[in-house]
């Protein structure tokens, strides 16, 4: 662990005897329980989001593979209906995000400065989430539609692709709310 100022790294033998000596001044343990459950909130937020933007990139990756060999001949063809294209272009777009944010994080690279960075997580989270439900709800409607006519292969592969994107949203989604965390604790001072 370290700590927050980023200065030299702190044993956890050190913290137990720094709060070994608070309870023998009068403070209690109080101050100790709350440090320790802050540096483990931070290092689970630290290890969920990339956790759930890979996810992410799991599911939207499924769901363009899904929904570009959902094709069976004239008339049950996923590039002639307007909402599984548009299933397909959000999956493409959720894909090429995810994979960025997921190749920033293990490169431990940085290529804007902190803060930004930060806004930048927040909002395409928010946005690609955004677009990803937008997609999956606008293509229901068809897919229940063909499958009270028939039920066929045709129509199974295009639920399954639209319950890829509702999948990936739920994983974008439950990141933008670890970034927006990060987001509101970051000092920018």
Not at 14 to 19: K, L, R
Not at 61 to 79: E, P, Q, T
């Amino acid at each position: 662990m370290t700590n927050p100022d980023k200065q030299n790294p702190v044993e956890a033998s050190d913290v137990e005897a720094a709060a070994k000596t608070e309870t023998t001044q009068g403070s209690g343990t109080s101050s100790f329980s709350a440090i320790t459950q802050r540096w483990k909130r931070e290092d689970l937020v630290k290890k969920a989001c990339p956790i759930t933007r890979g996810l992410c990139l799991l599911f939207s990756l499924l769901a363009f593979i899904i929904m570009v060999s959902n094709k069976h001949g004239y008339g049950r063809n996923f590039d002639d209906y307007e909402e599984y294209k548009y299933v397909l272009a959000i999956a493409i777009i959720s894909t090429v995000y995810t994979a960025w944010q997921t190749f920033v994080y293990l490169s431990k690279r940085e290529f804007f400065d902190r803060r930004t960075s930060m806004l930048v997580d927040f909002s395409g989270d928010q946005i690609v989430a955004y677009l990803l439900i937008s997609a999956a709800s606008s293509a229901i409607p068809l897919t229940n539609r063909f499958r009270e006519g028939q039920d066929n292969i045709f129509t199974d592969s295009a639920a399954s692709a639209i319950s890829m994107a509702v999948f990936a949203f739920v994983s974008l989604a439950l990141s933008a709310l670890f970034s927006g965390y990060k987001l509101s604790t970051h000092s920018f001072i």
